[in-house]
């Protein structure tokens, strides 16, 4: 009876410290090969316990790479120590940083989330090196610097084409000659130029005079700083704070005291309608804008009566334009279904 109870306590601590040993030693499963040390254990290639700080698993890597650095053999012990040498440093590489350590603790401990480890495992190692804010601001910065370029390059050719334009450099030479800017370039004796270098000092007073005094509106007006797409985010939460400001501005004098649409106001509205941007809407003569004020456009029920009437002047002249009209002609007789026979 006493054997036989000794035999059971036997049994009972076997069983006991079969189950600590589930408990604390990680199963075959969770060791997947192809995923960090691969079938063995990091912690057991380093030789140190799962409770090792990051000095001990530094030092730990230390001893083991000079003992097992591939420059201490040679042939066939060459390659083992090269493998060797490899698999100290995967399990080092894995531990030494926090959250890779952290990741390969949790898949020890869950190996049943297989396809989870793998996703976590490439995850880390196909990450950028680079920091992703980092590449943003320079994508950012490039952009923005060909936008400026694409603006400039525009207004330099938007100015080139009206100076060659003679309603636009006959006023622009009376200006030169009323400040008196054209007679300096005319100088006798030994400081004498050539015709040839008045004549390039005079375009440029002409070209200088277009630029300080023409409107240019539209896609070709003079590039501002604060449009390219960098000061635009930079300064996106102040745009923000002015519109909430305008828009509650806004609904507080019009909605609520119910005042009347001045000036402004009023071609905002029309903007709005008419479905335009701001540049677009600006490249537009004053005289235009004008008319629109005297039709009182920002009514709805006027623009639409605008807008009809626009539709059916359109459609007149599509209908007295010549190429128009050859146009339904081919299109009725020939058509591009038809199939004939051309003389070269």
Sequence with gaps: MAA??????????????????????????????GLYCGTQICYDVLGVSREASKAEIGRAYR???????PDRYQGEEGEEGQQRFLLIATAYETLKDEESRKDYDYMLDH????????YTYYRRRLAPKVDVRIVILV???????????SWWSSY?????????????RIQATELAKQQGLLNRTKEKGKNRRSKEEIREEEEEIIRDIIKNKIDIKGGYQKPNISDILLCKIILFPY???AYVAWYCSW????????????EEEKLYIIRKNMKMSQAQFDSLDDHLKQTFLERQLWVKENYEVYRDEQEEEMKMKMAMDPRWKRYRRWMKSEGPGRITFIDD
Excluded at 139 to 149: E, G, P
């Design 4 to 33: 036989s109870t000794a035999g059971s306590v036997r049994v009972g601590l076997l069983g006991a410290a079969l189950l600590a040993a589930a408990v604390w030693i990680p199963s075959a499963s969770a060791l997947i090969e």
């Design 63 to 69: 001893q083991l790479a000079r003992k097992y650095h």
């Design 111 to 118: 190996p049943e989330e297989y396809y989870s480890h793998y």
């Design 139 to 149: 994508t950012v910065c490039a952009i923005s610097v060909f936008q400026y370029y």
């Design 156 to 168: 330099t050719e938007a100015i080139n084409y009206l100076t060659t334009v003679p309603k636009y």
């Design 239 to 241: 745009y923000l704070c």
């Design 251 to 262: 609904v507080y004098r019009f909605s609520i005291r119910g005042e009347e649409y001045g």
